[in-house]
């Protein structure tokens, strides 16, 4: 009970922490389409690694990509990783060039075990990011009036999730992660002429959301050789629609009267999450060497999306298009048993590439790759030594037909503490 408690309080906590840094961590135009810049939802100890995790089991980090992993905690630990992000990022198009710069928290999890074969995990990841800012200009048909716009956007969806794993039988386990979603965004269209006659006009675009999501997960463990033990992992997402209402306003400004006039159009349950599956594999040799592949793949074909056609604003089908994304990492550990320090770090390296998930007019949106590597540092003290400062650095690439490219560098930092805290300890 007192375990139970605990957790509850350390979940609150964790939910405060993240609810009070929801700053968007990307500054991308490609945010503006669909939900935003979806988030890999990797940690600490795999996203030096591509964000592999289907297939990753361990009792020594959290592995929310799969809650059938959530099994092989421990008993007598208590697991938390905490994580903060910074980036720079480069976009360019044609022959101009902008850099930028964010940083925020980015996650909190936490797991220990609560039965013989169950374990449980909770935790705060972020979903989707938007944030955005840009001007772009054009000349008006054949005059020497110029229309600007201005487009500015912001929001995100975040979910807060609690799990359970339980190992039905040796070497099997499935689980089970339900999250609570919630996110917001406003998106802004100003448009100004240098025609003093020409009224100012604004599309302001705005969606609040609050649901569920589900998502089982299944793994199995052989011993493949005396040395190499294989994990083999699946899972699933359910979509549905997220209740949601999107809002679209347009606002005409009399550039002479400064009079305005607008009109707000609403649609009702406009968004939805897809059906999400995902598969992976990984070899562990002699306790030392971790090779992992995964690949997911989420349906949004099948969802409408609201867009505005210049006369009104309603679900449109054609929007979304299937997302495939292909991942594989390794994890190095020099010597399990060693013991200079050298030795005990976990030396990692990934890739992954993922297609888009919407379309920009009549071109693919931009396809994602990205190159990862980093470590996994052992900290020591007089009473533990079992928790890890994971450090990882990325480089994401996004491209699309005729558009910005971008290009990222990304600093990850997670903290995976791995405490004894239900060790019964003794007095002599």
């Known amino acids: 009970m007192m375990k139970k408690r605990f957790f509850v309080s350390i979940l609150a906590g964790m939910m405060t922490l993240v609810a009070a840094a929801q700053i968007s961590t990307t500054l991308s135009p490609y945010s503006q389409f669909g939900l935003g810049v979806l988030s890999d939802q990797s940690l600490g100890f795999n996203r030096a690694m591509g964000g592999v995790a289907y297939g ?26 905490l994580g903060v992000v910074g980036q720079i990022s480069n976009f360019k198009e044609g022959n101009k060039s902008l850099n930028t710069k964010t940083g925020n928290f980015d996650y909190a999890v936490a797991s220990f075990r609560l039965l013989p074969h169950v374990g449980v995990a909770a935790g705060v990841v972020p979903f989707s990011n938007i944030g955005y800012s840009y001007y772009s200009s054009q000349n008006i048909g054949t005059s020497t009036t110029v229309s600007k716009e201005k487009h500015t956007g912001d929001g995100g969806i975040s979910q807060a999730f609690f799990g359970a794993g339980w190992e039905l039988a040796k070497g099997f386990s499935v689980g089970f992660n339900l999250s609570y979603f919630w996110g917001k965004y406003t998106k802004s269209i100003n448009v100004s002429s240098s025609d003093s006659y020409v ?21 199995w463990q052989h011993m493949v050789s005396k040395y190499d033990l294989l994990t083999l992992g699946v899972t699933a997402s359910i979509g549905h629609r997220l209740n949601g209402d999107a809002e679209f306003k347009t606002t005409s400004t009399n550039s002479m009267t400064s009079a305005t006039s607008s009109t707000l159009i609403t649609v009702e349950d406009a968004f939805s999450i897809p059906t999400t599956f995902g598969i992976g594999a990984s070899i562990l040799h002699k306790n030392s060497l971790t ?41 190095w550990l020099p010597n399990p048993v060693g013991r200079k320090f050298l030795e005990l770090v976990h030396y990692r390296m990934g890739v992954s590439y993922a297609t888009p998930y919407y379309n920009i007019g009549s071109n693919n949106g931009p396809s994602e790759l ?23 650095a990325q480089w994401v690439r996004f491209a699309a037909p005729n558009s910005i490219k971008e290009n990222t560098f990304r600093v990850t930092i997670g903290l995976t503490f791995n405490e004894r805290w239900f060790a019964k300890w003794k007095v002599d």
């Not at 999306?305 to 299937?322: A, I, Q, V, W």
């Not at 990205?370 to 990882?392: K, Q």
């Open 370 to 392: 990205a190159v990862s590597a980093g470590f996994g540092i052992p900290l020591y003290n007089a009473w533990n030594n079992r928790s890890t400062l994971n450090i990882s």
């Open 199 to 219: 009224n100012q006009v604004s599309r302001d675009y705005s969606a609040s959301m609050s649901s569920y999501k589900f998502d089982l997960g299944a793994q």
């Open 291 to 331: 090779a992992a592949i995964d690949y997911t793949y989420q349906h949004w074909s099948n969802i409408d999306y609201p867009t505005f056609d210049k006369t009104t604003y309603e679900m449109t089908s054609g929007y979304y298009k299937n997302r495939h994304q292909v991942a594989a990492g390794v994890d």
């Open 56 to 81: 990753l089991r361990s009792g020594k980090f959290v592995n929310m990509k799969n809650p059938a992993s959530y099994s092989s905690v421990d008993s007598l630990t208590m697991l938390f990783d």
